[in-house]
């Protein structure tokens, strides 16, 4: 495979009541095939946050959408274009970041979240110094990412269903 150019194609999802930001780094090849965030079958995100809600996991765009908004969430990434082979985050190179204006001057965020290290390194680097909003970052919910089983993820990121940093075990 080689470098191709590619251009973020689907739209942030947020709202007026949105409290939380997860960035994640850029959309997978089959993301984008589809136009949504998280797209691949073996990603664990949906799977992740309908878990951490005791929820059906939401299966459509739609119903995602839904999902997304109704627990106060934003999901977006932190690229707009750049080179990458196929969905190698390790690939990315010639990055141009979104304008992380576009949500965080509409919705009260109180806390973003990176989905993963690539997202937080992005992050740090292009979008940090114009908004200077702090990130934490989580592990990723990538199938790359063998090392976090589904118990140790939902343990991490339990933290976005909590008004504080800590949740009772």
Request: hydrophobic letters at 35%.
């Amino acid at each position: 495979m080689e470098y191709q150019t590619v251009s973020h194609m689907f739209a942030p999802v947020f709202d007026e009541h949105s409290e939380v930001l997860i960035l994640g780094s850029f959309p997978s090849v089959k993301s984008r095939e589809i136009q949504f965030y998280y797209g691949h079958p073996q990603n664990r995100f949906w799977k992740l946050l309908s878990a951490l809600k005791e929820c059906e996991m939401p299966e459509t765009i739609e119903e995602k959408k839904r999902f997304l908004l109704k627990n106060h969430i934003a999901l977006w990434d932190v690229i707009a274009r750049c080179d990458i082979v196929g969905s190698s985050d390790s690939s990315i190179k010639n990055v141009v970041p979104n304008d992380m204006d576009v949500i965080l001057q509409k919705a009260p965020i109180r806390q973003i979240y990176a989905n993963g290290g690539k997202s937080y390194e992005l992050y740090m680097k292009y979008c940090y110094p114009s908004c200077r909003r702090k990130i934490v970052k989580l592990p990723s919910t990538s199938p790359a990412n063998a090392a976090f089983g589904m118990e140790r993820l939902k343990k991490e990121w339990r933290i976005l269903f909590s008004d504080n940093r800590f949740f009772p075990d």
